[in-house]
């Protein structure tokens, strides 16, 4: 059986506190933050915050995006038409 | 103690930030904002030299007016640079570096969003007159509100271009120091051409009859191309001054301006 490390991962002189459920890595009691009831280390934590945050972002970004290319088509044919109007105008 | 919000406070930050971003992000701005000009300036004197006859072209006019808008997505991509890079130099106190570059895919497309709606908004108000300040301040403050996005959607961008609003003496003020400024900027550009049609007198082979009639004040052309060097000339000190107004507003919900001052007391008290 091996041998199981009883030092934290990220501070070798620091006594381990506990097991993160994503790396699997021994982590000191600064190092782990308990998580909906899970032991995590801190960049695996910060990574799942990015990516939860990622999924987040991307509903916003879609709807900007559509509403740019709706106000490209807008903008492109009230341009030509305010054009139009202004030059018969003057 | 806090930073004021009149209207000299705000050209002195952007008198500031202009000179520690000049080189090379005025460059960056107008190198992708001259392709809008020019196609802004094209469609005008089209549109003047056809006058009533500008309906049967409908081809041309929808081409330009497209050209126009695929010019203004560039353009928003170098402004969105350049308002970043007066945040950077706003918060460090120095020349900012590439990392001005590194502008993230939210505040871009929050401000590709705001400068669209401000264009739009413009071409549906024009013929009002008195709505067309608004779309232009619109227009600044989506290049100062963007880099500061965090969250994206359709609502958080026009919240936080609302909020600048509640400004409006500061805003009213700059639109009518900067209306002066375009008018000034433009005189000199049209003395800057008169100057080089004056110099070519001295190269032999320029027909300078022709080139004088090009540059009358009665060519559409040239009228437009001088607004369009004025508008260029004027851009960087008007986004600057933008960004320092919002930067400071938002200092002022945050405390950050009380942050800084203490510390600085705090630094003067240690030497």
Not at chain 1, 21 to 31: D, F, G, H, I, T
Not at chain 2, 147 to 164: N, Q, V
Request: net charge positive; glycine share 8%; charged share 15%.
């Amino acid at each position: 059986m091996a041998a199981v490390a009883t030092f934290c991962a990220h501070h070798p002189d620091r006594p381990g506190h506990a097991l993160c459920m994503e790396c699997r890595r021994v982590v000191c009691a600064e190092c782990a933050t308990d998580w909906q009831g899970i032991n995590y280390c801190a960049p695996c934590l910060e990574q799942r915050r990015q990516v939860k945050g990622a999924g987040r972002a991307w509903p916003g970004r879609v709807a900007l995006l559509l509403a740019c290319a709706a106000l490209v088509v807008v903008l492109t044919r009230l341009m030509a038409w305010t054009g139009v109007l202004l030059a018969g105008l003057f | 103690m806090r930073g004021g919000l009149s209207v000299a406070d705000i050209l002195d930050d952007a008198g500031d930030l202009s000179t520690l971003v000049a080189a090379p992000w005025i460059g960056v701005l107008w190198l992708t904002a001259l392709p809008l000009r020019l196609a802004q300036a094209e469609f005008v004197s089209r549109l003047w030299a056809l006058g009533g006859d500008a309906s049967r072209h409908g081809d041309l006019i929808l081409a330009l007016a497209t050209l126009s808008t695929g010019a203004l997505v560039l353009a928003t991509v170098g402004r969105a640079v350049f308002a970043r890079a007066c945040l950077l130099a706003i918060r460090t106190g120095a020349p900012p570096g590439r990392e001005s570059l590194a502008v993230g895919l939210t505040p871009l497309l929050t401000h590709l969003f705001l400068a669209l709606l401000a264009e739009t908004l413009f071409c549906a108000l024009c013929l009002t007159v008195v709505l067309v300040p608004l779309t232009i301040t619109l227009a600044a403050l989506a290049a100062a509100v963007a880099p500061l996005a965090e969250r994206s959607g359709l609502l958080a961008p026009l919240k936080a271009t609302a909020g600048a609003f509640a400004r409006a003496g500061t805003l009213v003020g700059l639109q009518l120091v900067f209306a002066v400024a375009f008018v000034i900027a433009a005189a000199n550009v049209a003395v800057a051409f008169y100057a080089g049609l004056w110099l070519a007198g001295a190269v032999p082979g320029i027909d300078l009859v022709a080139w004088a009639h090009r540059l009358s004040a009665s060519s559409p052309r040239f009228l437009a191309l001088v607004l369009a060097g004025a508008c260029l000339v004027v851009e960087p000190f008007w986004l600057a001054a933008h960004v320092a107004l919002v930067h400071r507003l938002r200092a002022r919900e945050t405390g950050e301006d009380l942050r800084a001052w203490f510390e600085r007391l705090r630094a003067a008290e240690a030497a």
